[in-house]
């Protein structure tokens, strides 16, 4: 089978028009970290559409408002939170406004991400690195632990749930990503150690993997890759895509929604677990 962007495209319409939402989230709270274009902006608008009301939080005003009008136009409620997650007092400011405005919070997707610098790993600029890691595992560490209160007390017992945005780079051992999988397998750890600790609370938290998402960041990654090797933006997606059991790359809705699964009582027995979203493309062993 030929695998081109073209088909990717055919192939998520087919997903989209056989996807009808349901209200897995009806009533919920949840604060979503990091909202910006592709997941961000995906989860954002699929929680919405599932029922949830959302906290949304970044640094930039606009683009929090934009999107908490996507949220209100599917019917749910938007609380626009401006925030250095890498601030304490702004991340304590943050589970105050939150709790004000909803009385309850149910889920933390801490999606927030900073690019590491990519040189190997023997090379890297340790500031560059600690600044990455800032957002990449301190802040997740923080937000998780400033709102398990609010999260044990959830109304929907047996509690709330957070969930960890990692990366499939912690499968691959490429020297130009070892400062992303640092990142990346530092927070899995993380979210385990989280999971052993906030369990007996009730608090469940979970990881989701995604690969390559073929949204706008990726889409503009692949014309450069293909500009600087001479081939076309379909060659390379075909090599992306390759290694995959489906032949394809994930929709960031289709990232979002497996995201989301983990935040719904669906998973209500679900802890400690990394789930990848890779079209098929690592197994576990």
């Given at each position: 089978?030929?695998?081109?962007?073209?088909?990717?495209?055919?192939?998520?319409?087919?997903?989209?028009?056989?996807?009808?939402?349901?209200?897995?989230?009806?009533?919920?709270?949840?604060?979503?970290?990091?909202?910006?274009?592709?997941?961000?902006?995906?989860?954002?608008?699929?929680?919405?559409?599932?029922?949830?009301?959302?906290?949304?939080?970044?640094?930039?005003?606009?683009?929090?408002?934009?999107?908490?009008?996507?949220?209100?136009?599917?019917?749910?409620?938007?609380?626009?939170?401006?925030?250095?997650?890498?601030?304490?007092?702004?991340?304590?400011?943050?589970?105050?406004?939150?709790?004000e405005?909803?009385?309850?919070?149910?889920?933390?997707?801490n999606?927030?991400?900073?690019?590491?610098?990519?040189?190997?790993?023997?090379?890297?600029?340790?500031?560059?690195?600690?600044?990455?890691?800032?957002t990449n595992?301190?802040?997740?560490?923080?937000l998780?632990?400033?709102?398990?209160?609010?999260?044990?007390?959830?109304?929907?017992?047996?509690?709330?749930?957070?969930?960890?945005?990692?990366?499939?780079?912690?499968?691959?051992?490429?020297?130009?990503?070892?400062?992303?999988?640092?990142?990346?397998?530092?927070?899995?750890?993380?979210?385990?150690?989280?999971?052993?600790?906030?369990?007996?609370?009730?608090?469940?938290?979970?990881?989701?993997?995604?690969s390559?998402?073929?949204?706008?960041?990726n889409?503009?990654?692949?014309?450069?890759?293909?500009?600087?090797?001479?081939?076309?933006?379909?060659?390379?997606?075909?090599?992306?895509?390759?290694?995959?059991?489906?032949?394809?790359?994930?929709?960031?809705q289709?990232?979002?929604?497996a995201?989301?699964?983990?935040?719904?009582?669906?998973?209500?027995?679900?802890?400690?677990?990394?789930?990848?979203?890779?079209?098929?493309?690592?197994?576990?062993?």
């Open positions: 089978m030929t695998t081109t962007a073209a088909a990717h495209e055919a192939a998520a319409t087919l997903v989209e028009a056989a996807y009808t939402p349901a209200p897995l989230l009806q009533d919920k709270v949840i604060v979503l970290s990091g909202v910006g274009p592709g997941l961000g902006r995906a989860l954002g608008e699929e929680a919405a559409q599932m029922g949830a009301d959302l906290v949304l939080v970044s640094r930039t005003e606009k683009r929090l408002e934009k999107m908490a009008e996507v949220v209100r136009a599917h019917g749910r409620r938007a609380l626009v939170v401006p925030t250095d997650i890498t601030d304490e007092a702004s991340r304590a400011r943050l589970v105050e406004r939150s709790l405005e909803f009385g309850r919070v149910d889920c933390l997707l999606n927030a991400f900073g690019i590491p610098p990519m040189d190997p790993i023997s090379t890297l600029d340790l500031d560059a690195l600690r600044a990455a890691n800032e595992v301190f802040a997740p560490l923080r998780s632990a400033l709102f398990a209160d609010a999260l044990a007390a959830s109304p929907d017992k047996p509690g709330g749930s957070i969930v960890m945005l990692n990366s499939c780079v912690q499968y691959s051992s490429e020297p130009e990503y070892s400062g992303y999988k640092l990142s990346k397998g530092t927070l899995a750890h993380l979210a385990s150690s989280l999971a052993t600790e906030l369990g007996p609370r009730g608090i469940r938290v979970n990881s989701v993997a995604p390559y998402i073929y949204e706008d960041v889409k503009s990654y692949f014309d450069w890759i293909a500009s600087e090797s001479g081939r076309t933006h379909d060659e390379v997606y075909a090599e992306k895509a390759a290694p995959t059991d489906l032949k394809r790359l994930a929709s960031p289709e990232v979002a929604r995201t989301l699964f983990l935040a719904s009582d669906l998973a209500s027995a679900v802890t400690g677990t990394m789930l990848n979203v890779d079209c098929g493309e690592f197994h576990d062993n």
